[in-house]
């Protein structure tokens, strides 16, 4: 049995009288590519941000990492990486000052940010652009540097929030290889995507329609239950009767 890295039961937030997320269950394993898929509205954002321990549930369960929602919160973001479209690296910075940067957020020593920094650089084949301000980048570099620092720590568990709008489909393959390799290091990556072929490439994905996960299934299972041939034509049948129109 694969090990459970995130486990939600009746997971639920409301705002009043307005529930935003709606009794969601479902586990993630180690070193899956778990899509959370959903139209805006949907309150992907909401169970993401108490997934990740910045919003407290009104109700419900949730391990994040092993962590309790509610009473290990510090822990559990010691535990995880993040990266969004709107806002992963400071731009001001140069792409080693950022690099070091998050290092020291992730709590790693001044050996460890050096070798990574030196490993980083590498890998990414950045070894002539280190001093070259993070705002100078195109937006592909940016997204890829993004994604390699908020792994740099090596957490269990990667959230990536609409990591690829805006960048061009082949870089946007490149960055899904950067994915496979978290995966098949063992860190877990629990991705949300407006692009239904990138949800072809999850193991496993969700969809929330008005708060609550109407599917759940593998992308091959979901197109057979739908009795459809993408998996855009399987977001249309769910998303078809939604009622809210923003997160």
Request: glycine share 10%; with cysteine; proline share 3%.
């Amino acid at each position: 049995m694969p090990e459970i890295v995130i486990k939600t039961k009746q997971l639920t937030k409301k705002f009043g009288d307005f529930t935003a997320a709606d009794s969601i269950t479902f586990e993630v394993y180690k070193g899956e590519i778990f899509g959370f898929l959903g139209a805006n509205g949907a309150g992907k954002t909401t169970a993401m941000r108490m997934l990740c321990g910045l919003s407290r549930p009104s109700s419900g369960e949730a391990t994040i990492a092993g962590f309790d929602v509610y009473t290990e919160t510090e822990k559990i973001k010691r535990n995880i990486g993040y990266m969004s479209q709107k806002f992963s690296l400071y731009e001001d910075l140069t792409i080693l000052e950022n690099i070091r940067f998050f290092g020291g957020i992730y709590g790693l020593s001044d050996r460890e940010i050096e070798e990574k920094s030196q490993h980083l650089i590498g890998l990414l084949g950045l070894g002539n652009e280190t001093k070259k301000l993070v705002g100078a980048l195109p937006l592909g570099w940016k997204q890829k540097l993004a994604f390699s620092v908020a792994i740099l720590h090596d957490p269990k568990i990667v959230f990536l929030d609409e990591p690829t709008g805006g960048v061009d489909p082949v870089t946007r393959r490149q960055f899904w290889d950067l994915i496979y390799e978290a995966a098949d290091r063992g860190i877990t990556v629990f991705v949300t995507t407006h692009y239904m072929d990138e949800a072809e490439y999850c193991n496993r994905l969700s969809m929330m329609v008005d708060g609550e996960i109407k599917a759940l299934d593998t992308p091959s299972n979901l197109k057979k239950q739908f009795g459809v041939a993408s998996m855009d034509e399987v977001f249309y049948e769910l998303a078809r009767g939604a009622k809210r129109t923003a997160d």
